[in-house]
């Protein structure tokens, strides 16, 4: 037996966020120590929204030096494109024939942004979390480290590994796939829009105002910082249902300051809005330096990148290429010779 399993990506459209990094890539860095790690840029969920082709490989690259720029280290995890590793595919269509229809016609995610593409949906958009089923339980993955909004994703996952494959096709001791569980961390689940504190922080929102994107330069992080709503009372606490808002930003600061929640709150219990915000504004900006300095290294010369998504590629294709099989035998499909 290996180490146990972790598989988890972002999707390439348009740019990363605070949300993205806090919610998700920033926690795969030290799973990277225990776990062996897989991380791909999804590229074929990117297209279930319209999208312009001529952006997507350059989108795609962005988010793939990210991850490296983030702390994701090639020589402890397979980093690579979805799209390129057919498996993921292949297994979204074997899980498409046997997940009811209103299972996926109950995802929230559908709901809201079946909303937002109004009459031209596509088939591609309901389908979402089970190519997303697909991408997990072909690496066998143990944990899905992700935010709180794809908890219900993760549910679905489990449910068809569990009900659908392998009551079905499995037996209790040999059961086809692996059932994952997701890694939600309590702190930057869930991050939300600077401009208002009840939605979360999206790379959908159309006001660029609502989320500091991971490549901001310094003074658009303070611009948008200083611009971000907040309530005419003083001092900032956590968890005051009427104050979203100062929850948010009292969070980021607690994070991106390394100071922790407790001191955090303290320091900030009396403070007004033109003292916390520089102080918010300068612990962003010191914290996605690092990031963005290595992003514009590794975005400078390709060579590097190229060979860790070459690797990447070549090590996810013989798990998942294994796992694929396994499924198709089960399932009873002649086995390719
Ligand atoms: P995407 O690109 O929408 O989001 C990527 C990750 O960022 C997290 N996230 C947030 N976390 C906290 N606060 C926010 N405001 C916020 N916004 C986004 C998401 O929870 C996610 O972890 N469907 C996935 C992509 C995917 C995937 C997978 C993930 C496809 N296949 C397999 C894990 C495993 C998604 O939401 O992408």
Request: one cysteine or more; glycine letters at 6%; a negative charge.
């Amino acid at each position: 037996m290996g180490r146990p399993r972790v598989l988890s990506g972002v999707q390439p459209t348009g740019a990363l966020h605070l949300g993205n990094w806090l919610g998700a890539i920033r926690n795969w860095v030290d799973l990277q120590d225990s776990h062996d790690t897989f991380f791909c840029v999804v590229d074929l969920h990117a297209i279930t929204a319209p999208h312009d082709p001529a952006r997507l490989t350059d989108d795609t690259l962005n988010t793939a030096a990210l991850y490296l720029a983030c702390g994701m280290d090639p020589e402890r995890s397979s980093i690579f494109i979805q799209s390129q590793v057919a498996a993921h595919s292949e297994l979204c269509w074997l899980l498409n024939c046997v997940t009811p229809l209103n299972w996926l016609e109950r995802m929230i995610q559908f709901k809201e942004k079946a909303v937002k593409q109004g009459d031209n949906v596509s088939v591609g958009l309901l389908d979402y979390p089970v190519l997303m089923a697909a991408d997990i339980l072909l690496y066998d993955a143990d944990l899905v480290p992700v935010g709180e909004d794809q908890k219900q994703h993760l549910e679905l996952a489990r449910d068809i590994a569990q009900q659908r494959i392998n009551a079905r096709f499995g037996n209790e001791n040999h059961p086809v796939l692996m059932v994952p569980k997701p890694l939600i961390l309590k702190e930057g689940a869930r991050v939300m829009s600077l401009t208002d504190g009840r939605s979360k922080m999206s790379k959908s929102d159309l006001n660029e105002g609502s989320r500091i994107n991971l490549l901001d330069p310094p003074e658009l992080i303070t611009k948008k910082i200083k611009r971000a709503k907040t309530d005419p009372e003083r001092g900032l606490e956590f968890a005051n249902p009427d104050r979203p808002e100062t929850d948010n930003l009292l969070g980021l600061y607690a994070i991106l300051s390394g100071k922790g929640r407790d001191a955090a709150a303290q320091e900030c219990a009396d403070m007004g809005w033109g003292q916390f915000k520089p102080l918010l504004a300068d612990a962003t900006v010191a914290a996605l330096e690092p990031i963005q300095a290595r992003h514009r290294e590794l975005m400078a010369d390709r060579t590097e990148l190229d060979r860790v998504l070459d690797n990447g590629r070549d090590q996810a294709e013989s798990v998942a290429n294994e796992t694929l099989e396994r499924v198709r035998s089960a399932m009873g499909f002649a086995k390719r010779r």
